[in-house]
């Protein structure tokens, strides 16, 4: 079947434009994640959804980031006014979320690679 | 707060070598799960395995055995006779009861086998 799926695979932007990255995660997996991978920070987790509860958002580093999961199904993580500490490879994950607290292994889907000039 | 430390940055080995790479990890939670994924070249994470912390039976699984020990916080993962295709990068990842199911990942191992 297929794997979580990520787009775009590269976005190249200016400083101070908005930025939209969409992520469709593996049918029937009720849980999804974004992570960001940058070379001083590593991987760090950013906000996750699971079913129609509240998301977790304590990942986001600042107000200029949001996402949104519509039905459940695709997410889309935007950033606002971009800055070149944003750039970074953002990846997405989504699970089944069988086991009590959501501890299931995550599906990571290829990431977006943002360059923020 | 949770903490995942992998103390090799980089790993070189010829070939056929065998080569563990070590994760010790930190956390106040009685509950707690472990994970491994490998990051090649492409950039896709792929996972490798889950244990949980009420499991501390070591794993096989083809060329790759996993050692989970409770006492020392370490989950270290060994490659035998290594291939170039295990060329990448292996993250280590804890989650846990309290932090949900969001992933703390380690810094990351870089594994270079080499021809």
Known sequence: GAGVSQSPSNKVTEKGKDVELRCDPISGHTALYWYRQSLGQGLEFLIYFQGNSAPDKSGLPSDRFSAERTGGSVSTLTIQRTQQEDSAVYLCASSLARLAGGLDEQFFGPGTRLTVL | ?115
């Open chain 2, 1 to 115: 707060a949770q903490k995942v430390t992998q103390a090799q940055t980089e790993i070189s080995v010829v070939e056929k070598e065998d080569v563990t790479l070590d994760c010790v990890y930190e956390t106040r939670d009685t509950t707690y799960y472990l994970f491994w994924y490998k990051q090649p070249p492409s950039g896709e994470l792929v996972f490798l395995i889950r244990r949980n912390s009420f499991d501390e039976q070591n794993e096989i699984s083809g060329r790759y055995s996993w050692n989970f020990q409770k006492s020392t916080s370490s989950f270290n993962f060994t490659i035998t006779a290594s291939q170039v295709v295990d060329s990448a990068v292996y993250f280590c990842a804890l989650s846990g009861e309290t932090s949900g199911s969001r992933l703390t990942f380690g810094e990351g191992t870089q594994l270079t086998v080499n021809p």
